[in-house]
């Protein structure tokens, strides 16, 4: 994205992934302190942030963070970490200026269905289980589950866990409705006196939710090759069938592209920096809810290395002979890896 600044405001809280894939759910907060534009930006680490483990210069990082009603999200690679005398944790990091920032808007008020367990603290201090059963950015409605009588009025504070993993503990709702649903109880509640972390991580996981929704009726591909000339055949293949495309030059770009947009292919180009090819693959196809992903390793003009990629769980191989239009027809065909392994 040509205009990264616009996205960036100094004391703007954001929430850090040190890691990729299946664990890119796990964040720390930090907070934006400045930026160098095209070069670098620099990450305060609160006091209050004990749990973020030390990371080495050169790992590489998601952020996460909301600009003017859009949910944001790019990946750095830290450039300096500050660990003055030897401490146990940071003060601060310098991190790379992204490549490019992931946004998706945020409507007014959206309501996401979804059934997750949740802890009632009542005035009295006595706790009930419950049931989350849809969430919004101003509130939420919970299912009484217990056999006492359920509140018709006043406030309580709810515990419960966003997908994703992330805990929301003992945020303050008012009660503002109650309703019989199939025989149980329903009470709609409204957020009251939220902390801003908390309101941007249930602005996260509703984004994410609708998202995870809309990318259903979207057919996606990701790239990932440095070559971003090299692609530019395979990436006009994809769109003439539709494809929505994002080419990526990193690994963990990549995993974060495969976790939030869940496309139905990756491309990967036989040539990589950080990883073998076979090793992506294997990586790949290891990572749960990917088992069934087409995978295709495509370049260079080695047969040796199309039996590799295969056995470290690639859909299929395609030579440079083979040219962009021949390469998307497996996958327009609908062929799964599963299908293509019973083959």
């Known amino acids: 994205?040509?205009?990264?600044?616009?996205?960036?405001?100094?004391?703007?809280?954001?929430?850090?992934?040190?890691?990729?894939?299946?664990?890119?759910?796990?964040?720390?907060?930090?907070?934006?302190?400045?930026?160098?534009?095209?070069?670098?930006?620099?990450?305060?680490?609160?006091?209050?942030?004990?749990?973020?483990?030390?990371?080495?210069?050169?790992?590489?990082?998601?952020?996460?963070?909301?600009?003017?009603?859009?949910?944001?999200?790019?990946?750095?690679?830290?450039?300096?970490?500050m660990n003055p005398d030897g401490a146990t944790r940071f003060s601060g990091m310098r991190v790379s200026w992204p490549e490019h920032i992931k946004t998706v808007e945020v409507r007014k008020s959206p309501r996401v269905s979804m059934v997750s367990p949740c802890q009632v603290t009542l005035p009295s201090g006595h706790l009930a289980s419950c049931e989350l059963?849809?969430?919004?950015?101003?509130?939420?409605?919970?299912?009484?589950?217990?056999?006492?009588?359920?509140?018709?009025?006043?406030?309580?504070?709810?515990?419960?866990?966003?997908?994703?993993?992330?805990?929301v503990d003992k945020v303050l709702v008012?009660?503002?409705?109650?309703?019989?649903?199939?025989?149980?109880?329903?009470?709609?509640?409204?957020?009251?006196?939220?902390?801003?972390?908390?309101?941007?991580?249930?602005?996260?996981?509703?984004?994410?939710?609708?998202?995870?929704?809309?990318?259903?009726?979207i057919e996606r591909a990701v790239i990932l090759d440095s070559n971003h000339d090299a692609v530019r055949p395979l990436v006009a293949a994809l769109r003439e069938e539709q494809f929505e495309v994002v080419v990526v030059s990193h690994l963990l770009e990549a995993a974060f592209w495969m976790e939030s947009a869940r496309p139905h292919a990756l491309f990967i180009g036989h040539k990589q920096s950080e990883l073998a090819v076979d090793q992506i693959c294997r990586i790949v196809r290891e990572t749960p809810n990917l088992e069934d992903l087409s995978v295709?390793?495509?370049?260079?003009?080695?047969?040796?290395?199309?039996?590799?990629?295969?056995?470290?769980?690639?859909?299929?191989?395609?030579?440079?002979?083979?040219?962009?239009?021949?390469?998307?027809?497996?996958?327009?065909?609908?062929?799964?890896h599963s299908d293509a392994a019973a083959g």
């Not at 620099?42 to 942030?49: A, H, K, R, T, Y």
């Not at 497996?330 to 799964?336: A, E, K, Q, S």
């Open 1 to 81: 994205m040509g205009n990264c600044e616009s996205y960036l405001a100094v004391g703007q809280n954001v929430l850090l992934s040190p890691y990729g894939g299946k664990e890119s759910t796990v964040h720390y907060r930090v907070v934006l302190r400045g930026w160098q534009v095209g070069s670098w930006m620099w990450l305060e680490v609160p006091e209050d942030c004990e749990k973020l483990p030390l990371l080495l210069e050169d790992h590489t990082c998601v952020l996460r963070f909301m600009k003017d009603g859009q949910a944001c999200a790019c990946t750095a690679r830290i450039l300096q970490a």
């Open 133 to 167: 059963r849809d969430l919004s950015e101003g509130g939420c409605s919970i299912a009484w589950m217990e056999s006492r009588r359920a509140p018709t009025e006043g406030q309580l504070k709810l515990s419960f866990t966003l997908p994703g993993g992330i805990a």
């Open 174 to 217: 008012t009660i503002r409705s109650v309703r019989e649903v199939a025989s149980v109880r329903m009470l709609g509640c409204q957020f009251e006196q939220i902390d801003e972390i908390v309101q941007n991580n249930i602005r996260l996981a509703i984004v994410s939710s609708v998202e995870s929704m809309r990318t259903k009726q």
């Open 296 to 336: 295709f390793v495509y370049g260079g003009e080695d047969t040796d290395l199309g039996r590799k990629v295969k056995r470290a769980g690639a859909t299929d191989y395609f030579s440079s002979a083979t040219t962009a239009r021949g390469a998307v027809t497996l996958l327009t065909r609908g062929v799964t």
